[in-house]
T-cell receptor, first 112, second 113 residues
Framework: GENVEQHPSTLSVQEGDSAVIKCTYSDSASNYFPWYKQELGKRPQLIIDIRSNVGEKKDQRIAVTLNKTAKHFSLHITETQPEDSAVYFCAAIDTGFQKLVFGTGTRLLVSP | KAGVTQTPRYLIKTRGQQVTLSCSPISGHRSVSWYQQTPGQGLQFLFEYFSETQRNKGNFPGRFSGRQFSNSRSEMNVSTLELGDSALYLC????????????FGPGTRLTVT
């Protein structure tokens, strides 16, 4: 089945810096890669996703890149703000079981 | 459209009791997945239901069970509660099995004393 690894587990940046979170997956047939943001005490919220027919997708300060050959995808946040502080989860589809498999999460702390 | 709802939001139980949690998906969504999240931990997959059938199951003991009704609402049950079952239980709905975009409910925080 699908295995998703996520790094780093914690990331501290200064406000205004960029942050990058990386994930690798094992199922070469996987075709959908979402990212979720979970603020303290709240539900995970889908913030951006990418499908395997594109290599990059942007939405204002966040972007996701996908390298199918290497089987990894990354979340990029530019001009970070304190409100970006949260736990971020990546995920990929397990095409055999037809379910999402989540990474272990990255705790991002943006200091003012 | 209304989002995913879960009831109750908070629950306190004692060891040995059982508990039932409820999840109402977004209208039109037929798949409901359940996750357990403990402090500092990721999302541990419990099971997924699609059209009233359990399609996938995670590595949890048989004390954890669930079901889905014809209106796609889902319940999960935990019997013989243990202290380690204290967690945030999240459900997520999607259009169909393996359809990608999942939307989470606010969760039920279960405390076992």
């Amino acid at each position: 089945g699908e295995n998703v690894e996520q790094h780093p587990s914690t990331l501290s940046v200064q406000e205004g810096d960029s942050a990058v979170i990386k994930c690798t997956y094992s199922d070469s047939a996987s075709n959908y890669f979402p990212w979720y943001k979970q603020e303290l005490g709240k539900r995970p919220q889908l913030i951006i996703d990418i499908r395997s027919n594109v290599g990059e997708k942007k939405d204002q300060r966040i972007a996701v890149t996908l390298n199918k050959t290497a089987k990894h995808f990354s979340l990029h946040i530019t001009e970070t703000q304190p409100e970006d502080s949260a736990v971020y989860f990546c995920a990929a589809i397990d095409t055999g079981f037809q379910k999402l498999v989540f990474g272990t999460g990255t705790r991002l702390l943006v200091s003012p | 459209k209304a989002g995913v709802t879960q009831t109750p939001r908070y629950l306190i139980k004692t060891r040995g009791q059982q508990v039932t949690l409820s999840c109402s998906p977004i209208s039109g969504h037929r798949s409901v997945s359940w996750y357990q999240q403990t402090p500092g931990q990721g999302l541990q997959f419990l099971f997924e239901y699609f059209s009233e059938t359990q399609r996938n199951k995670g590595n949890f003991p048989g004390r954890f069970s669930g079901r889905q009704f014809s209106n796609s609402r889902s319940e999960m049950n935990v019997s013989t509660l243990e202290l380690g079952d204290s967690a945030l239980y999240l459900c997520a709905s999607s259009l169909g099995q393996g359809q990608g975009e999942q939307y989470f409910g606010p969760g039920t925080r279960l405390t076992v004393t």
